[in-house]
């Protein structure tokens, strides 16, 4: 392809994409060599796109190799590829294409990050744990000062780095992974969007007993508001509280419900007063303007 100039444009294949480089080369590697990475924090669901790779994977094969590192006893970490190889094992396949590079531990993290964050209908629970995991590894390779030189040359933060790579400010990267010290129960509701991401945020300075009242409380309510979170946190900054009280303070929170009120004065009753050529305007006219003067003879 060219561009209006004349000059070539290159294209970002695949392989690119996923930092293999040209001289590596794919081999057919068994699946039961191959194990998952450890602390996964993307998802493999049996869901319909799932389904849709499988039918995709009968029909044509694992047409994009997973990316793996050899570990010890002649067996391998995925790196990049855990849906590929879910549905391979659906179908029915026993090798997977794998390009195989040797990593280390901060950089396989990075790098097994990098090539699932900018998937599509990530869940706040995915993204919380792969930013903190990511940038975990760019802090220790940050305190390696030659390694970290040639890496990106810049005197920026890791976790100002780590947003400018995935388009989001510095202060979201940190709310994110606020999420990961919420209890697996408040994390699901997160990722289900029963509780909103600014209250979870909140919630996660909380201790883990007192998140597991919290959880409870919104299981047995439906819900829980902002107010009520800045309520309970205002109180812990001064006093230790027990279950009951915790509650007493959410119920405080929430304004009573008035009641609608409606009286109804039946016809009979109205022509007891009222000639019978007054019309409903004018008798509703000079019944509001009963009720005024008898509004004022009460707070007089």
């Known amino acids: 392809m060219k561009n209006r100039s004349g000059e070539k444009v290159k294209l970002t294949s695949i392989d690119e994409m996923l930092g293999v480089l040209n001289e590596e080369s794919a081999m057919e590697i068994e699946i039961s ?134 388009g989001i400010s510095r202060n979201q990267i940190q709310r994110y992974i606020r999420l990961t010290e919420l209890i697996p129960e408040m994390l699901e509701l997160v990722d289900k969007k029963k509780l909103q991401f600014t209250v979870a945020v909140d919630i996660s300075y909380l201790d883990r007993e007192i998140q597991k009242w919290i959880y409870e409380y919104i299981r047995d309510n439906g819900f829980i508001k902002p107010g009520q979170i800045s309520a309970l946190r205002k109180h812990l900054e001064t006093e230790t509280i027990s279950q009951n009280f915790m509650i007493s303070i959410f119920n405080n929170c929430i304004a009573p419900k008035t009641k609608n009120r409606k009286v109804t004065i039946s016809e009979k009753k109205l022509t007891k007063y009222f000639p019978l050529e007054y019309s409903e305007e004018q008798m509703e006219r000079i019944i509001v303007s009963l009720l005024e003067k008898w509004k004022t003879e009460q707070e007089g």
């Open 33 to 166: 060599r191959i194990h998952s990475f450890k602390d996964h924090p993307f998802k493999v669901l049996d869901d319909g796109k799932m389904q849709d790779l499988v039918d995709s994977v009968k029909e044509n094969g694992v047409l994009t190799p997973v990316l793996i590192r050899p570990t010890a006893n002649d067996q391998y970490e995925m790196i990049s590829g855990h849906r590929r190889m879910h549905a391979a094992a659906i179908a029915g396949l026993t090798t997977i294409p794998a390009i195989i590079r040797e990593l280390s531990d901060d950089e396989a993290v990075i790098a097994m990050v990098d090539a699932n964050i900018q998937r599509e209908e990530l869940l706040p629970s995915e993204k919380a744990f792969a930013f903190k995991m990511k940038l975990n590894a760019m802090k220790r390779q940050a305190g390696r000062p030659t390694k970290n030189a040639s890496q990106n040359g810049t005197n920026k933060r890791s976790d100002e780095l780590l947003a400018s790579e995935v």
